[in-house]
């Protein structure tokens, strides 16, 4: 009952989900919306002593220069690589939007199960990125251009880096059987934790302080692998980094 009103808006609309254009528009806009609250932050940081107590690295500042780099680079790999898939995929497999919403709890579950494949994905991926030096030299290294984190560098890599874990990030609910609203919490919920992650802030409300036990590793976790780069490849959980033993919680 609680998620009939926003299912039935959105089956009102179903034109623009349908849309070849909307994968490529929702996937920028949201990405937009959530880094703008830390670009708001990063231009106050140099002149706030209270928001600049937060930044894990209180030395660095994000530059006009590094804003456009990151920008150009994210609308590239959207508007030359990624929106001709979408294309493809619109062609191939058009959106079924079935009447009835999935329960919350159902919904709940299917995103948290969604999020703990890509992490394990992602992990794996970016693990085997490192420890072979030519997958690093030749893909993955674009994302580590800067040391120090901020919001818009969370999109700023490669084409090869941006559709694997596009891919993942696409493929998990279809491959789970998820409700397509289920489908488009995990994208919003995926996009906003990718984005806390490289935000460069630790702030009192960020994601890994509401986790219990250490669980999840956020902003703080990740910018200590753009620091120390053999550590902490999980992007969101901490399990699979103890596992490896390749987990850092602090700087030396």
């Known amino acids: ?51 600049r107590r937060y930044k894990l690295q209180s030395q660095s500042s994000v530059s006009w220069a590094s804003m456009q780099s990151c920008l150009a680079l994210t609308f590239y790999n959207h508007l030359v690589f990624i929106f001709p898939l979408t294309v493809m995929h619109w062609y191939l497999r058009p959106a079924y939007l079935p009447e009835e919403p999935p329960a919350m709890p159902c919904l709940l579950a299917q995103v948290l199960v969604c999020l703990l494949l890509f992490d394990f994905q992602s992990f794996t991926w970016h693990l085997l990125h490192h420890k072979v030096p030519w997958l690093y030299r030749n893909f993955h290294k674009v994302h580590h251009t800067y040391t120090s984190t901020s919001a818009l560098t969370t999109e700023y890599s490669g084409v090869w880096e941006t559709l694997s874990l596009g891919l993942f990030a696409a493929a998990n609910p279809i491959m789970l059987g998820c409700h397509p609203l289920s489908e488009l919490a995990f994208f919003v919920v995926n996009i906003w934790l990718s984005v806390e992650d490289h935000c460069g802030y630790d702030l009192p409300w960020a994601t890994h302080r509401l986790v219990p036990l250490g669980l999840y590793g956020g902003a703080r976790h990740h910018d200590l692998h753009h620091l120390k780069s053999k550590y902490n490849f999980a992007p969101y959980f901490t399990h699979w980094d103890r596992l490896a033993g390749t987990l850092c919680t602090q700087q030396d």
Do not use: E, I, Q
Not at 7 to 18: I, P
Not at 24 to 49: E, G, K, M, Q, T
């Open 1 to 51: 009952m609680l998620l009939r009103p926003f299912w039935t808006f959105l089956r009102g609309h179903s034109y623009l989900l349908n849309s070849p254009f909307f994968p490529v528009v929702f996937s920028l806009s949201v990405y937009l919306s959530f880094c703008l609250p830390f670009l708001l932050l990063d231009s106050l940081s140099s002149r706030w002593a209270l928001v």
